[in-house]
């Protein structure tokens, strides 16, 4: 199963976040056994980057949370025709825009989000 996995849970997982590290790291899991191919979107990278950073306060750890996303993950591509695509959607949220124009164009089924 391909899945596109939000920014919330690989922070979940690389993090460590307390409330949502089980369920995270059961993700990872299935990734990692092949059970599940995840993806994130090539904005999701840069958002990963700027989250660790913050919280760790270490340039060096916020790029180990890009490099070990990079190494389990499929990443979709984030160009013109997808901006456009979240923009003209008409959804409030254009990150979430952004993640299901790319879920539609890469065929993925679900977008595993904490988000209601």
Same mark, same amino acid.
């Given at each position: 199963m391909?899945?596109l996995?939000?920014?919330?849970? @690989? &922070?979940?997982? +690389?993090?460590q976040?307390?409330?949502?590290?089980?369920?995270?790291?059961? #993700?990872?899991? =299935?990734?990692? /056994?092949?059970?599940?191919?995840?993806?994130?979107?090539?904005?999701?990278?840069?958002?990963?980057?700027?989250?660790?950073?913050?919280?760790?306060?270490?340039?060096?750890?916020?790029?180990?949370? @890009? &490099?070990?996303? +990079?190494?389990?993950?499929?990443?979709?591509?984030?160009?013109?025709?997808? #901006?456009?695509w =979240?923009?003209? /959607?008409?959804?409030?949220?254009?990150e979430?825009?952004?993640?299901?124009?790319?879920?539609?164009?890469?065929?993925?089924?679900?977008?595993?989000?904490?988000h209601?």
């Amino acid at each position: 199963m391909k899945v596109l996995i939000d920014t919330s849970i @690989v &922070l979940d997982f +690389l993090l460590q976040r307390e409330l949502f590290r089980q369920d995270a790291e059961e #993700l990872f899991q =299935a990734i990692d /056994s092949g059970r599940i191919i995840g993806y994130v979107t090539a904005t999701t990278l840069t958002d990963i980057f700027y989250i660790a950073r913050r919280h760790t306060q270490s340039i060096e750890q916020a790029r180990q949370a @890009v &490099l070990a996303t +990079l190494t389990v993950m499929m990443v979709c591509p984030v160009n013109r025709t997808i #901006l456009e695509w =979240a923009f003209a /959607s008409g959804i409030g949220d254009f990150e979430d825009a952004i993640q299901i124009a790319c879920a539609v164009t890469q065929g993925l089924e679900p977008i595993l989000t904490r988000h209601r």
